[in-house]
């Protein structure tokens, strides 16, 4: 059903990140609302998601300009079904990030949801951002907007990155 309401044009976002009237419907088709999350983030649904993969990259290269939808995101991917999608939800919100209202940020939390994915990213899965140069760009890239918008958490997951990476 989601790649159907894709190809249809009442369904794409608009050309702002503004608003657009069917990121609601969009978020909720994917699962990502409170009751959603809280069901297909449950471990069961680990391989579910893994097969989904590409829905939600098709889904989140669409919807991720608007904060709600990032942030929903966000939230899933700290789940424990929603963590197998972490390395690729990191490089999309990297791409994602510079898009997003500097008014959404607050409002939404951002700040906090964007770093504590990071941090489940390095402490699962700190192999692959040291030997996939993607990902580390993306981790890093994300992780320097953060540290700018003066994130706490951020800055303490910075030290720890640094030792181990020579981030600056």
Same mark, same amino acid.
């Given at each position: 059903?989601?790649?159907?309401?894709?190809?249809?044009?009442?369904? !794409?976002?608009?050309?702002?990140?503004?608003?657009? !009237? *069917?990121?609601?419907? /969009? =978020?909720?088709?994917?699962?990502?609302?409170?009751?959603? #999350? /809280?069901?297909?983030?449950?471990?069961?649904?680990?391989?579910?998601?893994?097969?989904?993969?590409? =829905?939600?990259?098709?889904?989140?290269?669409?919807?991720?300009?608007?904060?709600? *939808?990032?942030?929903?995101?966000?939230?899933?991917?700290?789940?424990?079904?929603?963590?197998?999608? @972490? %390395?690729?939800? #990191?490089?999309?919100?990297?791409?994602?990030?510079?898009? @997003? %209202?500097?008014?959404?940020?607050?409002?939404?939390?951002?700040?906090?949801?964007?770093?504590?994915?990071?941090?489940?990213?390095?402490?699962?899965?700190?192999?692959?951002?040291?030997?996939? /140069?993607? +990902?580390?760009?993306?981790?890093?890239? +994300?992780?320097?907007?953060?540290?700018?918008?003066? #994130? %706490?958490? *951020? +800055?303490?997951?910075?030290?720890?990155?640094?030792? @181990? +990476?020579?981030?600056?």
């Amino acid at each position: 059903m989601v790649t159907y309401t894709e190809t249809l044009s009442t369904w !794409r976002p608009g050309e702002t990140n503004y608003w657009s !009237r *069917a990121e609601s419907l /969009a =978020t909720e088709l994917m699962g990502l609302s409170e009751t959603g #999350i /809280a069901l297909l983030g449950d471990a069961k649904y680990k391989d579910l998601i893994g097969s989904m993969g590409a =829905t939600f990259e098709q889904w989140a290269n669409r919807w991720l300009k608007y904060a709600s *939808a990032a942030a929903w995101f966000a939230y899933f991917l700290r789940t424990e079904s929603g963590q197998i999608l @972490i %390395p690729q939800g #990191i490089k999309q919100l990297a791409g994602a990030v510079d898009s @997003i %209202p500097d008014s959404d940020w607050h409002r939404h939390d951002l700040g906090a949801l964007f770093t504590e994915v990071l941090s489940l990213c390095w402490k699962h899965r700190q192999k692959d951002v040291e030997k996939e /140069a993607s +990902l580390r760009e993306a981790f890093l890239r +994300l992780l320097t907007v953060l540290c700018a918008r003066q #994130i %706490p958490e *951020a +800055l303490h997951l910075r030290a720890k990155v640094s030792e @181990i +990476l020579g981030a600056s």
